[in-house]
Each structure stands twice: as C-alpha cells, then as structure tokens.
C-alpha cells in the first residue's frame, strides 16, 4: 500500500517536473528567437548597405565610364583663382540627398555653394548624375572645396579633416586636357574599409576668362572743352564677350557707366568734356556670355585749360583828351564756363620813352584802369594784357592818343598912330 502511494507520489512529482522543464524550454526559446530578430533587425541594414556598397562603382570606373582613361594622381588641396566650369557625374552615397558641395576662400571660413542636396543624383541611395550636371563659378584668390555630411564636413585640404590625417578627397588629372581635374569625395569617417570616394564625382576645368588687355585715352590732358575718347583691348576667353563697359567718376561724384563700342579690334567709349581743374577717374569692365567678368585698374587725368582768355571791346573815355585830362580804358575780358577763369587784368600805357602799368580793376563786368593825365600835345600809347587761372595771357595790339593842343586864334594889334 505504501509502495504504491510511493509509486503515485513518484509519478506524479516526474510529471510536475516534466511539466516545469517544457515550460522553462518554452521560455529559453522564445528568449532566442527574440533576441534572433532582433539581432536581425539590427544587422539586416548593414548587410543590405554593403551589399548595396558593393554593387556601387568606384571612383575608377565612373570616370573610365564618362570617357576618361588617361588620368594621373595627384597631390593638389587648393586651386589658383580663376573661372571654372564644375560638372557633377555621381553621387553614389547614403546622404546623397543632404551632401552639399562648396567653395571656400583658403584661410577663411566662407563657403560658398555649388552643389546643395536637391541636385545631383536621385536614384534610392545615389548614383550617376544623368545628364551630368554643370555650372560655372569664378574665384578670385586661392581657394579649395568641401563637402558637407550631415555629421561632418570634409576637405581637399588633408589637415582642414576632422579626422585628420585621413584624406577624404581623390584628385585626378586629366592628361588628355590639363586644365580638367577629376575629383572624387569620401564622406565615411575614419580609416574604414568603405573608401571609394565615390559620394561625389565631378570635373573642375579651369577656364581661359575674358581680360582686359590694356586701357587708353586718346589725350593725355585734354583741355577744358575737348571730350575723352578712351582705347580699350579685350581679349575673349573661353566664351564670348557679352559688354564692356567704360565707367568713370568725376571727383568724388557718382560713378557714370558708358557702353564701349567695337571700332575694328578696339572698344572705344567717351567721357565728355569736363571742368579746367577736375580729376575723373575710369576703369573698364568686361564681362562674357557665362557671366565672367574682368575690371581693369584705375586711371586718372586732370581737365587743363589751354586757352588764352579773349580780350574784346576795349575803349577809351573820352576819346579826344584835353591837357591834365585822366583816361578811363575798358576793356571785356572772358574765359569759357568751363574753363579756369580769368585772374587779373593789367593796363600797359606808355608816355614819352618808359612804359607803365597799372591794375584794371572789375567795374560792373568790365575791368577798367585810368591813365593819369597828361601835358598837351604828349602822345601816349597803351595795351590790355589778361591773364587766365592757368596762367595763360593774352594781350592786344597798341592803341594811341595826343593830348590835344587847344586852338588860340590870333591877336590883333592894334596901333594908334
């Protein structure tokens, strides 16, 4: 009896405990295939990444495909001033739709864009640029390039990196056109196995600007009435020539821009007449068809006067003089507006053997002087001469007078005898 209670005790404890260890495998494995999706769900990205990655082109094989085979590595960070023409053939990266590609000034923390993230490629993680896509910048000191993650930014100067010394820049040279590079961005940090720099692939080819080969004026120091003609040469660069302009200041006046004509090989434009004593100032602008554009230095003349003032009307009052009498000579002394003036008007008279002179004098708008007077019978000769700003003078031709003798009629005698 007892041994069979044992024996129910015994079954039914092993059944209990078969129960509980089916439980706890239950448990184990649903514990495993948890963690087995979750290890998926974090693992399946990458595989599908790198799978993705390994599909991609290289760096290599995209410029072989857009026609370029006679390429060279090269060690260049930054790039001369000049006009360039960029074009975009991939974009093979995860953040091809946040990249950015800029310029910057070498030295400075001013970046300019070229390319933001809407352009480029549009496949699902990137591709090639179909067609590629181009644009034309101009950069007038040294600069070198960017490309901007969305965790970091990157350099083609190796030590601007922000894991330095990593290079995250390719830079080919294209040796069938020396003035085309080919250039390729890395954008994973640090020394990983993913280095294709293929996250964006484009051509930098340096352009032949339009210039300004030299400047002219056809007067040295023009005079007050005469107008500038200005000679320029403008060399076309790769593209044509859209204008060139003539630009000028007259002191510290706004400037004034005149278009330049063509004239055979030559760009002429005028600056009109101008004022005796003012300084203008001019420089050329050239620009072309893409919008390059090149400035000439400053030049600079100063407006002459020439020109004698003009001496006219001149009279005497009163035309017949007695003895002791004085003489007033007038005279009408001008200069043009534009020219520099007159300064002084003087009257040279003569009497007898020596010549005298003696200021005129502005009286309502003609410059007068006297003569003192003089005995009867004594001839005096006498000129204007008038000087202008500029030191220019002008004179007139000798006029002459007698002081007149009075006619006394005869005395008669008379004689008582």
Request: proline letters at 4%; hydrophobic letters at 40%; one cysteine or more.
């Amino acid at each position: 009896m007892n041994n069979r209670i044992s024996q129910r005790a015994f079954k039914r404890m092993t059944t209990q405990s078969s129960k509980k260890s089916e439980q706890k495998k239950q448990k184990i494995l649903t514990i495993l295939i948890g963690l087995t999706l979750i290890s998926l769900l974090v693992f399946t990205p990458q595989v599908a990444f790198f799978a993705s990655a390994s599909s991609e082109l290289s760096l290599e094989t995209i410029l072989e495909s857009s026609g370029f085979t006679n390429i060279e590595l090269t060690d260049i960070e930054t790039f001369p001033a000049g006009l360039y023409n960029i074009t975009l053939f991939a974009e093979f990266a995860a953040y091809y739709n946040d990249n950015i590609l800029s310029y910057y000034m070498v030295e400075t923390a001013d970046y300019y864009t070229i390319f933001t993230a809407a352009e480029g490629a549009t496949g699902v993680n990137g591709g090639c640029v179909v067609p590629p896509l181009s644009k034309i910048f101009q950069v007038d000191t040294e600069f070198g390039l960017s490309m901007t993650t969305p965790y970091h930014q990157y350099f083609t100067e190796v030590y601007l990196n922000p894991d330095f010394p990593e290079q995250h820049c390719k830079i080919y040279k294209n040796l069938d056109n020396p003035t085309m590079l080919l250039i390729g961005f890395e954008n994973c940090y640090g020394g990983t196995s993913d280095r294709d720099y293929n996250d964006m692939v484009f051509s930098l080819t340096a352009l032949e600007p339009v210039e300004i080969i030299s400047v002219s004026r056809a007067l040295e120091t023009p005079n007050y009435d005469e107008s500038v003609v200005i000679i320029s040469q403008v060399k076309m660069g790769s593209y044509d020539i859209d204008s060139v302009v003539l630009s000028y200041q007259v002191e510290s006046s706004i400037w004034t821009n005149v278009t330049m004509n063509l004239d055979n090989t030559d760009y002429v434009g005028t600056i009109p007449a101008q004022q005796y004593g003012k300084t203008v100032i001019y420089k050329v602008y050239a620009s072309d068809v893409i919008g390059g554009t090149d400035v000439s230095a400053e030049y600079s003349y100063v407006v002459g006067d020439f020109v004698a003032p003009i001496i006219i009307d001149v009279d005497q009052i009163p035309f017949a003089v007695d003895a002791d009498q004085l003489v007033k000579i007038i005279a009408n002394v001008t200069e043009p507006t534009y020219a520099s003036g007159v300064k002084k008007v003087t009257l040279w008279y003569k009497i007898n053997d020596g010549w005298a002179v003696n200021g005129m004098g502005l009286d309502d708008g003609l410059w007068a002087a006297i003569i003192p007077g003089q005995k009867q019978g004594n001839p005096v000769q006498y000129y204007v001469e008038a000087f202008d700003k500029s030191g220019n003078s002008a004179e007139t031709s000798i006029f002459s007078y007698i002081v007149i003798i009075p006619n006394n009629l005869p005395i008669a005698e008379f004689i008582v005898s």
